[in-house]
């Protein structure tokens, strides 16, 4: 990760040996990077935890901003801040794209043709810095264990978080010396109080948010704010301080024992960037505040070495490579995580790349005189940097929309999906007609219903709100339907959605991921129960004509099914209410993802299918419970997902999954005039 530059003006000292040496360089910050980048890149490889190094980053590029807007102040420069932002990302961004455009020839080369819209669509969010509210949008478990299934470019989160405030600061900065010298104040203290009331307000919304949905806090700006206000503030108070030689020294201990500890010692799972955070960047304040001691027993004696100041040098260049080599390797490998030898060469291939950039591509930017003349050659630069990025990601994106109009243009008869399993299907796909979805397409291959919830339909619970849809059918519709459960309740609006269009139903949907609906379970997560129980309480304040859910679960690559927990019970409370309940049956699931292994093996291999009776129960669960209440509709679709011999990954040239359980949206849908004729043959509904 990166900062603004070292060579600032020191803090001024009176005492000889004070914390801060007279010269500008502070070759132990330096060191500090390198120790931050160490802690990272180690964890990420070898331990699969967060080290709390990229919070000691954030910190430092913040103090360093600091100390160089104070020195214009002081010496009365202009702020100019479109100079300074243009020379700031002139410098940042030629590393930048060269990594992105490594990453995405890695990925279309290693990584499965299914993950490659996914990876495109984040480095866009990356060059643009916003990679860490896309991240917030997906929910990403930045913490998993199994770094293969992870995005190769998911890193630049921080770095996008650190680009959103090298923009704001510099604006409070510039903004506070305007009042500062209208009304004749104290340019630091100013800026004291006002980053303290920063520094206040974020750490209170961090720790707030962190324990209510960690997951998501992890990525966010506002809650990492009071990391770089900290860092500001240590700039600012600094000089102030006093400290005797000997309390420095053990302050540099301190800080550095407690730094490279935090990781090893914290759960940061659940407790990043929360209170918790305060241990690593108080830690890396210290170390700042203990400067250089000037005594042989300081630690700032190790961080001022030649190995780890040349190592600092190419921190940033470091990050940038460390996880993309890491994430394609593992994949490319079939590892979930890295052992010692392959970490060590992953560790060693990513210290050269940063090496070869930092030296072939950073520092010949950062000394390239032309563009720092005139502003527009800055702003020229920078344009090309972009475009050099931006060709690559367009030409893969129209590619994505060609594909995607031919294979709207293709003839029913190329792609008919379920109907190829009836009775009396002609097969007439022609010769070279693509298999729907593309493969690129398929991770977006969801169903969803059009809109969110508003209005009388949007629900008072916060949790159900976030997790709404409908079709938007008004009050006049002729049916109500409530959709509830999890994903695999949501693959099936690919179905009842356009069966709800057709008939004038208006369709509600409010679904869990992981969350089968069922009464109160003590096996289930926290999360999930309320959520049920939620869920029960609307659709009895609504009284639709009927719920829809998946009732029964199917086991991985077994024939193991049974009902979902408490069915009986969930029909029963629901029937009391005068609703009827419709169930589908589960569809079978895998312990492996069939539609990668079709595309890796060819569609006929026998590895990418399986035996019927492997999979599928001979009958279903339903049969146990058939007649026994007084209002519920039963539906089976397996015998279209399955050929009575084998259950293929692909049929009737459409892929009918997504990933090792999730039915394609492509699919579903071609299975729609089946199941139109099943639902009204089921509820005893007319048309």
């Known amino acids: 990760m990166t900062a603004p530059t070292i060579q600032q003006p020191a803090r001024p000292d009176r005492r ?133 299934l992870a995005s190769p470019v998911q890193h630049f989160w921080s770095l996008s978080i650190q680009g959103q405030v090298f923009i704001l600061w510099p604006v409070i900065f510039a903004t506070m010396a305007i009042l500062c010298r209208k009304f004749n104040l104290r340019y630091r203290a100013s800026l004291a109080y006002v980053f303290a009331i920063i520094f206040i307000a974020s750490l209170a919304y961090s720790i707030i948010f962190t324990a209510n949905n960690q997951a998501v806090a992890y990525f966010d700006t506002f809650a990492r704010l009071w990391e770089f206000a900290l860092g500001t503030l240590v700039a600012l108070i600094l000089p102030a301080l006093n400290f005797s030689k000997p309390v420095r020294v053990v302050m540099g201990w301190v800080g550095v024992v407690a730094m490279l500890s935090c990781g090893i010692i914290l759960q940061v799972q659940t407790a990043f960037p929360g209170f918790v955070a305060l241990w690593p960047t108080l830690a890396a304040v210290c170390v700042i505040a203990a400067g250089q001691t000037g005594s042989r027993f300081g630690v700032d004696r190790i961080l001022s070495s030649k190995f780890l100041v040349r190592l600092g040098d190419n921190s940033y260049a470091l990050y940038l490579w460390h996880w993309p080599i890491l994430v394609i390797a593992l994949a490319w490998s079939g590892k979930e995580h890295a052992g010692w030898l392959s970490g060590s060469a992953i560790v060693a291939l990513a210290l050269v790349l940063a090496f070869l950039t930092t030296k072939f591509v950073e520092k010949p930017f950062r000394e390239w005189k032309w563009p720092e003349v005139k502003k527009w050659r800055a702003a020229v630069s920078i344009a090309a940097c972009l475009a050099i990025a931006c060709t690559p990601l367009l030409g893969f994106q129209y ?13 029913f008869n190329d792609n008919p999906g379920a109907h190829a399993l009836l009775p009396g299907y002609v097969d007439l796909v022609a010769d070279g007609a693509k298999t729907l979805p593309t493969a690129e397409q398929l991770p977006e291959d969801w169903a969803h219903l059009g809109d969110s919830c508003e209005g009388d339909t949007k629900p008072d619970d916060k949790l159900l709100a976030d997790n709404c849809q409908t079709n938007g059918v008004g009050d006049d519709a002729v049916k109500n339907i409530v959709v509830l459960g999890d994903s695999h309740s949501q693959q099936w609006l690919a179905a009842i959605g356009p069966l709800a269009e057709a008939e004038h139903w208006k369709v509600t949907a409010l679904l869990l991921g992981g969350c089968h609906f069922m009464p109160q379970n003590p096996d289930a997560e926290a999360q999930c129960n309320d959520f049920n129980a939620a869920a029960f309480k609307y659709v009895a304040s609504k009284t639709p004509d009927a719920v829809f859910m998946v009732g029964t679960m199917a086991s991985p690559s077994s024939p193991d099914e049974k009902l979902v927990y408490g069915f009986d019970q969930t029909v029963t409370n629901f029937n009391d209410l005068g609703i009827q309940v419709v169930a589908i049956r589960d569809n079978p699931r895998y312990d492996y993802n069939v539609t990668e292994c079709a595309l890796a093996k060819g569609v006929d291999s026998s590895e990418c299918k399986s035996d019927e009776p492997d999979v599928l129960a001979a009958e279903s669960p339903f049969a146990a419970v058939q007649g026994t209440f007084g209002n519920a509709a039963f539906l089976d679709m397996t015998d279209l997902l399955c050929d009575g011999v084998t259950c293929p990954s692909v049929i009737g040239n459409v892929f009918v999954y997504l990933d090792d359980n999730h039915l394609s949206k492509t699919y579903v849908t071609s299975m729609g005039d089946m199941f139109d004729e099943r639902w009204f043959a089921a509820t005893g509904w007319t048309r």
Request: proline share 3%.
């Open 16 to 148: 000889a040996a004070g914390p801060v040496a007279k010269s500008k360089f502070r070759p132990e910050i330096q060191g500090l990077r390198s120790l931050a980048v160490l802690m990272v890149v180690s964890y990420h490889i070898w331990i699969g935890r967060v080290s709390g190094g990229v919070d000691v980053f954030l910190l430092i590029s913040a103090f360093l901003m600091t100390l160089q807007f104070t020195g214009r102040y002081k010496q009365r420069r202009s702020m100019d801040l479109i100079r300074h932002w243009l020379h700031l990302f002139r410098r940042l961004l030629p590393a930048v794209v060269v990594v992105l455009l490594s990453t995405l020839a890695a990925t279309f080369v290693f990584l499965p043709p299914t993950r490659w819209v996914e990876v495109v669509n984040q480095a866009w969010a990356s060059l643009f810095y916003f990679e860490n509210w896309l991240l917030q949008t997906l929910a990403v478990n930045y913490y998993a264990t199994d770094h293969s």
């Open 399 to 411: 590619k994505q929309y060609l594909d995607q109009k031919a294979a709207e243009t293709q003839a």
